[in-house]
T-cell receptor, first 113, second 115 residues
Framework: GQQLNQSPQSMFIQEGEDVSMNCTSSSIFNTWLWYKQDPGEGPVLLIALYKAGELTSNGRLTAQFGITRKDSFLNISASIPSDVGIYFC?????????????FGTGTRLQVTL | GAVVSQHPSWVICKSGTSVKIECRSLDFQATTMFWYRQFPKQSLMLMAT?????????EQGVEKDKFLINHASLTLSTLTVTSAHPEDSSFYICSARTGVKYEQYFGPGTRLTVT
């Protein structure tokens, strides 16, 4: 099935640094979701975005729904060791009982002390 | 809120046997649940969409006779891997969708190992 392109694929950063990652699609989405997955666990919903241009924060996390509706960005400020994990974006083309998520390829984040 | 549980969290079975995995939405009703499969270092791949009271919709390439899905109530969906083989070993994750804004919440996953 279709997957969204996420970049970077992986990144090593130092504790305290800010992190940016993005997700792009060839098609339009009405909803963007960002998830974090720890090893051996299911993804946890971080932020949900519903309108083009929307900027939403959740603690140190900020995500934006791109104006074109074909991309989304996630920023993490002042990273800490527990931010380690894989971050997935997911897009939903429409809201309705038949809709389903399309997932990104993931960004693996590693934080060094 | 929006908690999804899965049971078991891991299972080892012999080749040829069947395994059932349960997915429950604990604090909300989910008319739609989803089953995903994830290989190491890869993204989630949707296997099927399960609607309460109706037949599941399988993604292309997923064998419906091998991966039986039942969504008997608004809080429970089950995935049965029939006649499991080593190539079915994987991490299986379910998710449940709320009726509010169609957000999906995921269970903790089930690690299946077929020997």
């Amino acid at each position: 099935g279709q997957q969204l392109n996420q970049s970077p694929q992986s990144m090593f950063i130092q504790e305290g640094e800010d992190v940016s990652m993005n997700c792009t699609s060839s098609s339009i989405f009405n909803t963007w979701l960002w998830y974090k997955q720890d090893p051996g666990e299911g993804p946890v919903l971080l932020i949900a975005l519903y309108k083009a241009g929307e900027l939403t924060s959740n603690g140190r996390l900020t995500a934006q729904f791109g104006i074109t509706r074909k991309d989304s960005f996630l920023n993490i400020s002042a990273s800490i060791p527990s931010d380690v994990g894989i971050y997935f974006c997911a897009g939903q083309a429409y809201t309705g009982t038949a809709s389903k998520l399309t997932f990104g390829t993931g960004t693996r984040l590693q934080v060094t002390l | 809120g929006a908690v999804v549980s899965q049971h078991p969290s891991w299972v080892i079975c012999k080749s040829g046997t069947s395994v059932k995995i349960e997915c429950r939405s604990l604090d909300f009703q989910a008319t739609t649940m989803f089953w995903y499969r994830q290989f190491p270092k890869q993204s989630l791949m949707l296997m099927a969409t399960s609607n309460e009271g109706s037949k599941a919709t399988y993604e292309q390439g997923v064998e419906k006779d091998k991966f039986l899905i039942n969504h008997a109530s608004l809080t429970l969906s089950t995935l049965t891997v029939t006649s499991a083989h080593p190539e079915d070993s994987s991490f299986y994750i379910c998710s449940a969708r709320t009726g509010v804004k169609y957000e999906q919440y995921f269970g903790p996953g089930t690690r299946l190992t077929v020997t």
